[in-house]
């Protein structure tokens, strides 16, 4: 009784795996495609752009795993800005100028093409 009830349900949980892999499929190409036509953003007078990196050969862009600043954090050069994560590689961003960050671009999840900016750093006022 059980081998033919495993006959029945093995082709229609290989069909399951199938249709799930085809719409997580979709659902990535779509991501990419809204990532693509994104407005690219206007930075704050005086703000310089932590961009996403080309993170290697064929890599137009990356997934935002993770912020770890928001808008009023202040950031040094080399601070860990961003997670991003593609198909080949997971890796950090690093804040690329000191100073605070004035707008976020980004939000975790979204897919962003290579070049474009995930936050804006301006430079901090001078202390007395």
Do not use: C, N, Y
């Not at 009784?1 to 799930?20: F, H, K, R």
């Not at 997934?63 to 198909?87: C, F, I, K, N, P």
């Not at 980004?106 to 006022?125: I, K, N, R, T, Y």
């Amino acid at each position: 009784m059980l081998d033919a009830l495993w006959t029945i349900a093995a082709p229609l949980v290989g069909l399951a795996v199938v249709i799930a892999s085809a719409l997580g499929a979709r659902k990535r190409h779509l991501a990419r495609a809204a990532a693509d036509t994104r407005p690219w953003p206007t930075l704050p007078d005086g703000a310089t752009a932590v961009e996403m990196p080309a993170l290697g050969e064929g890599v137009t862009g990356a997934t935002v795993v993770r912020l770890m600043t928001h808008a009023g954090d202040q950031v040094q050069v080399g601070d860990v800005v961003a997670e991003v994560s593609t198909d080949k590689v997971d890796t950090e961003i690093p804040a690329t100028s000191s100073g605070t960050v004035s707008a976020v671009f980004v939000h975790e999840g979204d897919e962003v093409p290579v070049g474009f900016p995930l936050l804006a750093v301006s430079p901090s006022a001078a202390l007395p």
